[in-house]
Structures are given as structure tokens and as C-alpha cells.
């Protein structure tokens, strides 16, 4: 054979050319080269093919790991307007506590003056409404951390996708910390 292969790969190009030394009782020559081209013909087509599956396997990676991103957008959108409404609402509610504790407290001021002592109003008993205004702070605050706790790990789950390393090594190169 004219064309050695000494651990190299063999091409399309080295089946098409390969020639081989005559012998007394050997092959055909004509079948051994159509033969060849048979084969090379082969590697070709599945050398395309596996470069079109590359590409689309790079195209889909791109695409989920696009969704991906959309998705953590749209939830840290959710969470940072559940958050604002959740501020909103405390607020208001502690607006109307604290006005509603006003006017109790100017509606019995004249009564209890007399009876007040000298350090300031004391407090025997809590306010209904504050109490309640607490409780939900807390629930809110339940509720927020269990959203940006699950939003973490749909975040960490985007570190499993293939080639994500990559990507994200090299944006954490461009922009350090």
C-alpha cells in the first residue's frame, strides 16, 4: 500500500488515493478501487453528518439554556414585585394601626391623664393590630425567602446543563467580583 496510516487518521482523501502493489493472485483492481470509493463516499457523509449534529446540538444548548435565562428573569421579576405589593400593603396596614392607635389614644387621654404616671404612658396590654401587622411581616418574610430559595436552586439547576461551565467561566472572567 502506498499510503501508510502509522496512528494517524485516515481521511476521505488517503481512501480515495490509496494504491496498493500488484501481486500474481491478488484482488481485482478495479473491484478494490470501486470499493474504495464506496468507503470514502461513506466518510464523508458521516463526517457531515456528525458536523450537522454538532451544530444542532450547540444550537439546542443555546436555546434551553435562553429559556433558562428568561425564566429566571421572569421569577426574579415575580418576586421583586411580590415583595414591593407585600412593603405596600405592611404599610398601609401600619398607617391605619398607627392612626387607629392615635385616635384611641386621643379619645381616652382626657380619662387617663390624671392616672397616667410621670415616666410616660405604659402599655399593659398589645395592640391587636400590631400583633397582627408582625405576624404577617413574618409570613411575608416566610414566603420571600422561600421564593429567592427557589429561585437558587433553579439557578444552580442551569450549572447541570452542558457547556454552562464554560459560559459561565468565562462571563465570570469578564466581570470579577
Known sequence: MSTTTNGTRISPSDVRTATFHQVEYGYDPQAVRRFLQAVSDQLDADRVQLE??????????????SQAQVLAEKFVAEAEQYSKDLVASARTQYSEILRRAEQAAGNQAPAAAPAAPAGGPEYHTPIDEIEYVRTYTKVAQVQL?????ALAAQVDRLGDVPGAQRALGSSQDQNPR
Do not use: N, Q
Open 145 to 149: 425567602r422561600a421564593v429567592i430559595d
Open 52 to 65: 450537522a449534529r454538532e451544530t444542532a446540538g450547540k444550537e439546542e444548548m443555546v436555546r434551553i439554556i
